[in-house]
């Protein structure tokens, strides 16, 4: 009679399970997130009640949770000092928390490297794990603290423990005996319940330290925002990869409640609880993320857009070497040769060794104003305190050949052409070939890059130089052979596919030329700028772009106007 009892009760149970999980069932589109779902449901609702009268100890829990730390690999791809910064801001701002929270636990709080890391999860017995791409997500530390009361809260109030004991009602294996768990299990998510307790005891948590609640209903919308964004196609591998980021996240914002769920439920306690919603505090490491980004900016070839972010992150913690170069380098693509002089100067004071640093500090003064661009770098020079970048006669000396005086070049043209056998020959060769070309001595130009490309014959930037300087000299079969050389192993960056646009021009190779131009001014914008290109190439190569770029229009418009005299066809 006793198995019959004991029977029925396991029927009904399960039962009870299958019950609450149909109704509690949410409709997921194919993708990651339907794993999700079966991890916090299915495995939850079937293991968890028998958990519940059988607790692990906090010691138990403790030595679990710091063998799973231990053999956690998260991505190292940033050991530099913002990641430490980060890791250290996240501890004060953690240990703040988690003074108020149930449990007395050796709370430990990680930073997870990784842009597409856009998730924060913790494990048993203290350990909580924050990722790049979410904190990037962020603009105050309020937020950062709903997100990691929250976390605490999985801890505070056993949920970690209870999936470890699931994974060892699963497995079948003595909990003493249980062997290190993966983290997916912990990065999936919990039920609907554990996770609006986790919100609403979490909230509650930052609350008591201090912070606005609501900075959890930021961040709640902040991501439902993203997600709508995403839900799109992605147009580039960047944006793809966000999206799978986004679709595999897991505990926050995605799980099992609703974001407007989720969003009553704090609104409801700021009301019943009487909370203060003061105003947020920034974000102390939001800076990071803001150089990060206009990084990523500058790479995507959106220079005006770099330049405002990178300022912004300035203007919160000025002195930023990283900021400061990708600041220079946005001005000096939109042609602002002025503001790139001064932002390589203050880099310069930051960096005062700074060899490269230097020499795009003289050639942004002689691309703003070339005649007295020598003595603006002398004077910069000068004001540097401490030592002084080293090997600089080359850039002087072009720096001087452009205020016509050509007397310190020739004799450095004529010394490393004696020494051209030397280890950094090369590359001096290189660099003052290209101040002869700016200068307009394009047979000099050609002949300090010939030498150089006899040193190093497999160099394609070289070679594509080179190539400037003997379209000047009508050498069009070298420069051809060079530039069609890049296409054939694969390596046609735009600087060598402008190169060869100019060359088929002048030719009289109009189509092939145009594909050429059109695909060069779409990979690097600078080049439909006349100011960029007057700056810093012949006056044949502005004129040839400046023809290109007039025929490219006028074609334009001869499509437009023929598709739309066609008739329109009918349905």
Avoid at 42 to 64: A, K
Wanted: glycine fraction near 6%; hydrophobic fraction near 40%.
């Amino acid at each position: 009679m006793t198995r019959w009892i004991a029977l029925t009760g396991v029927v009904l149970l399960g039962l009870a399970a299958v019950f609450m999980t149909e109704h509690r069932k949410v409709d997921v589109p194919p993708g990651p997130a339907a794993l999700l779902y079966l991890i916090a449901d299915t495995e939850q609702e079937l293991t968890r009640m028998p958990v519940r009268f059988t607790r692990m100890s906090d010691e138990e829990e403790i030595r679990i949770g710091n063998q799973i730390a231990l053999d956690y690999r998260y991505p190292r791809d940033k050991q530099d000092r913002d990641t430490a910064e980060v890791e250290r801001y996240l501890g004060r701002v953690g240990s703040r928390i988690a003074a108020h929270a149930h449990r007395k636990l050796p709370y430990k709080f990680h930073y997870v490297p990784g842009r597409y890391f856009i998730n924060a999860f913790a494990v048993p017995g203290g350990h909580v794990y924050v990722g790049e791409g979410l904190l990037a997500l962020m603009d105050s530390e309020d937020e950062l603290a709903a997100v990691i009361g929250h976390e605490i809260e999985h801890i505070d109030h056993y949920h970690c423990a209870e999936r470890v004991q699931q994974e060892q009602a699963l497995r079948k294996i003595p909990l003493g005996e249980l062997v290190a768990l993966p983290v997916e299990i912990f990065e999936a998510g919990y039920s609907k319940d554990q996770e609006l307790e986790a919100d609403r005891e979490g909230t509650r948590l930052s609350v008591q330290a201090g912070y606005s609640p609501n900075g959890a209903i930021r961040m709640f919308e902040t991501f439902q925002r993203l997600y709508q964004e995403y839900q799109a196609r992605a147009k580039t591998p960047q944006e793809e990869l966000s999206r799978v980021a986004l679709d595999t996240l897991g505990g926050y914002f995605r799980s099992h409640p609703l974001t407007s769920e989720r969003i009553a439920q704090v609104r409801k306690m700021i009301a019943s609880e009487h909370w203060d919603v003061h105003p947020e505090r920034d974000l102390a490491v939001a800076y990071i993320f803001w150089t990060d980004k206009a990084q990523s900016e500058f790479e995507a070839r959106k220079y005006a857009h770099a330049q405002q972010v990178a300022m912004r992150s300035l203007e919160m913690h000025p002195g930023q070497e990283k900021a400061l170069q990708v600041l220079a380098e946005a001005q000096f693509a939109q042609a602002d040769f002025a503001g790139a002089a001064g932002s390589y100067r203050k880099l310069l004071e930051l960096e005062s060794t700074n060899r490269d640093v230097a020499n795009s500090l003289a050639l942004s003064l002689a691309a703003d104003n070339p005649k007295n661009a020598a003595a603006e770098f002398r004077r910069a020079l000068d004001s540097i305190k401490g030592e002084k970048p080293q090997d600089l006669q080359v850039s002087i000396s072009g720096l001087e050949l452009l205020g016509e005086n050509a007397a310190a070049a020739q004799k450095l043209r004529s010394e490393l052409s004696s020494n051209s056998l030397e280890q950094n020959a090369p590359m001096r060769l290189e660099e003052l070939g290209w101040w002869f070309y700016m200068a307009g001595d394009y047979r000099s130009a050609a002949d300090l890059l010939g030498q150089a490309i006899q040193q190093r014959p497999r160099d394609l930037r070289l070679g594509a130089h080179l190539s400037w300087a003997d379209i000047e000299l009508r050498r069009f079969s070298d420069a051809l052979q060079v530039l069609n050389l890049a296409y054939e192993q694969g390596q046609a960056q735009p600087e060598r596919t402008m190169a060869r646009a100019v060359f088929l021009w002048r030719a009289q190779q109009d189509d092939e030329a145009l594909r050429d131009f059109e695909s060069a001014s779409a990979a690097q914008p600078e080049w439909t700028n006349p100011r960029w290109v007057k700056a810093l190439y012949s006056p044949l190569v502005v004129q040839s772009i400046e023809q290109m770029s007039t025929e490219r229009e006028r074609r334009r418009k001869i499509q437009t106007a023929w598709a739309q005299s066609r008739p329109q066809s009918r349905p």
